[in-house]
């Protein structure tokens, strides 16, 4: 089973960049697919970007792309979540997501999260 870890994040002026990892331990890295999702505003999760076993193949929400980036490095079992161009409706709690056999947007498809991070782009 895998455990997940998020790091980076805090408070990013609007405009700016800030790059988000996640540490996975426990399980062997590559047999995931690896996502972000986040929570504003007491809202569902919802998602942001997907990224295949591999790291060949990528998917974002529409509010992100072009501006996020979702890359993989199988050799330090990490994710990590470029943001650029940062916005204040960005502001909310970031979850790193694993799955052995899913990959996709949906929340349901996903069977392993991590504790999750705030990040804030104040207006």
């Known amino acids: 089973q895998v455990q997940l870890v998020e790091s980076g994040g805090g408070s990013v002026q609007a405009g700016g960049s800030v790059r988000l990892s996640c540490a996975a331990s426990?399980?062997?890295?590559?047999?995931?697919?690896l996502a972000w999702f986040r929570q504003t505003h007491g809202e569902k999760r919802e998602f942001v970007a997907a990224?295949?076993?591999?790291?060949?193949?990528?998917m974002y929400g529409t509010s992100v792309m072009g501006r996020f980036t979702i890359s993989r490095d199988n050799a330090e079992n990490t994710v990590y979540l470029q943001m650029n161009s940062l916005k204040p409706e960005d502001t909310g709690i970031y979850y790193c997501?694993?799955?052995?056999?899913?990959?996709?947007?949906?929340?349901?498809?996903?069977?392993?999260w991590g504790q999750g991070l705030q990040v804030t782009v104040p207006s």
């Open positions: 997501a694993a799955d052995r056999t899913y990959y996709g947007e949906l929340r349901s498809g996903y069977d392993y």
């Open positions: 426990g399980g062997t890295f590559s047999s995931y697919a």
């Open positions: 990224i295949a076993w591999t790291g060949a193949t990528t």
